[in-house]
């Protein structure tokens, strides 16, 4: 049985639209002459846009904006780096003591009134330095980024000075 290659695996996720497309195309009446074709352009824009919107753009406002400047930086990245691949590092003597301090930190000064960002990031990387194993690692560094992702859209949403 032939392998997919890397470009045909990233394409299996447009299958579904693909289908969708086809069903549109088979279910939408085409009138002849000019502008025969107007309806069947609608429908396949309409319903094309509702599920790019559904499957693949974020739905957490400030989010998509959020994405794409991630994205811009890991293409600066990557030009300039490479791919690269490193130890995670985390796990280390202290680690388990560092990210219990960074939870005592953030929820005392949430209860006298006084969390801020920062408590609640460090918060997160000092969980995620501690994680030894990957999938848990993984789900922190997803935390992470929430995080970032919540200050930065709070960040956007303060008036400009």
């Known amino acids: 049985m032939p392998t997919n290659t890397a470009a045909e695996a990233d394409l299996l996720g447009l299958v579904p639209l693909a289908s969708l497309i086809e069903k549109t195309i088979r279910d939408t009446p ?3 002459g000019p502008g025969g074709t107007d309806d069947l352009t609608a429908q396949l824009t309409v319903k094309t846009c509702v599920w790019v919107g559904k499957n693949v753009l974020p739905r957490t406002k400030g989010l998509a904006a959020f994405v794409t400047d991630v994205d811009v930086e890991r293409q ?3 030009a300039k780096w490479g791919d690269q691949h ?19 930190v953030c929820q005392a000064m949430a209860s006298i009134g006084q969390g801020a960002w920062r408590d ?6 000092a969980e995620a330095f501690a ?4 999938a848990a690692l993984r789900t922190e560094l ?15 949403s303060r008036p400009s000075a």
């Open 120 to 125: 609640v990031l460090w918060e997160e990387v």
């Open 131 to 134: 994680e030894k194993d990957p």
């Open 142 to 156: 997803v935390q992470v980024a929430a995080v970032c992702a919540a200050w930065i859209a709070d960040l956007d």
């Open 76 to 78: 600066r990245q990557l």
């Open 30 to 32: 085409i009138r002849m």
């Open 86 to 104: 490193h130890p995670d590092g985390t796990a280390i003597t202290g680690d388990d003591e560092r990210a219990a301090n960074a939870r005592h």
